[in-house]
């Protein structure tokens, strides 16, 4: 079993930024990736950005790119979101996931952390 457990979600001003982190622990896989999600109130859950855990590579998703950074220490087992210059169009619940063969597709999730984000 993994437990993702998502925290450092909470109210922001424009402009500010805020640091997510998704603690892993559980059983773990030869060659797994782990991503972050979110889902804002009436929209469907839109992909930000996903890292692979023992090389590190990592994809940002269009909206995000040059504002948020999606990072991994491994000594850990924490994956994070720095997420800076936020806008209102970020509010969201944030999930964390992981990708157990890092195919694409995303077994397991967070409780998710909600991100508001004040004009």
């Known amino acids: 079993q993994v437990l993702l457990v998502e925290s450092g979600g909470g109210l922001v001003q424009a402009g500010g930024s805020l640091r997510l982190t998704c603690a892993v622990s559980?059983?773990?896989?030869?060659?797994?990736?782990m991503g972050w999600f979110r889902q804002a109130p009436g929209k469907e859950r839109e992909f930000v950005a996903r890292?692979?855990?023992?090389?590190?590579?990592?994809y940002h998703a269009d909206s995000v790119k040059g504002r948020f950074t999606i990072s991994r220490d491994s000594a850990k087992n924490t994956v994070y979101l720095q997420m800076n210059s936020l806008k209102p169009e970020d509010t969201a619940v944030y999930y964390c996931?992981?990708?157990?063969?890092?195919?694409?597709?995303?077994?397991?999730w967070g409780q998710g952390t909600q991100v508001t984000v004040s004009s």
């Open positions: 996931a992981m990708d157990p063969s890092s195919m694409g597709n995303y077994h397991y």
């Open positions: 890292i692979t855990w023992s090389g590190g590579s990592t």
């Open positions: 559980g059983r773990t896989f030869s060659s797994y990736s």
